[in-house]
């Protein structure tokens, strides 16, 4: 469970943000990169090095507002940053051990979704219920049409 559960997450927030209609969706997604990379201010242990991060993740948020490889990018910063902790011994939630752990495996999942573009899986499952409902329908006709019978209707 302590690899499953982080890709779980992750494979959970990119089915729940595809929800969000775009161009929010991408904006929206730029204000939680915001976020996660302040995330670590209150105690992560690295000092002053918690806010050039801060810094750095918020430069990358603007620019992931029109861009969903800068969001990626963020993700990504993100792993890294989770990874630093982890190996430190500062986890982003103080109480779990490895949340910082199960972050650096969660945060590549949404990376990788938002270099791809941040697409809804819900428009290709869709697309694929659509056209495999056409097929049947189109085979349907077809066998009709040779055995003299009514196709069948949707």
């Known amino acids: ?5 982080p890709i779980v997450i992750g494979l959970l927030y990119v089915l729940l943000m595809s929800l969000i209609p775009e161009p929010h969706r991408r904006r ?6 915001a976020g ?3 995330a ?37 910063l993100h792993t890294a940053w989770d990874v630093v902790h982890w190996l430190k011994g500062h986890p982003i939630v103080p109480f779990v051990h490895d949340s ?11 990376a990788v979704w938002c270099l791809g573009g941040g697409r809804s899986p819900w428009t290709r499952i869709r697309s694929r219920t659509r056209t495999h409902r056409t097929d049947e329908f189109a085979y349907a006709g077809r066998s009709a049409l040779r055995t003299g019978d009514t196709p069948l209707k949707e």
């Not at 469970?1 to 559960?5: E, K, P, T």
């Not at 910082?100 to 949404?110: E, H, M, N, R, T």
């Open 40 to 76: 670590y201010l209150s105690g992560g242990g690295l000092g002053g090095w918690e806010f050039a991060f801060t810094a750095l993740s918020t430069y990358v948020a603007y620019k992931g507002l029109e861009s969903w490889a800068w969001i990626g990018v963020g993700w990504l």
């Open 1 to 5: 469970m302590r690899y499953v559960a």
């Open 100 to 110: 910082s752990f199960g972050c650096a495996l969660c945060d590549p999942v949404i």
């Open 36 to 38: 996660a990379g302040a």
């Open 28 to 33: 929206f997604n730029a204000v939680m990169v």
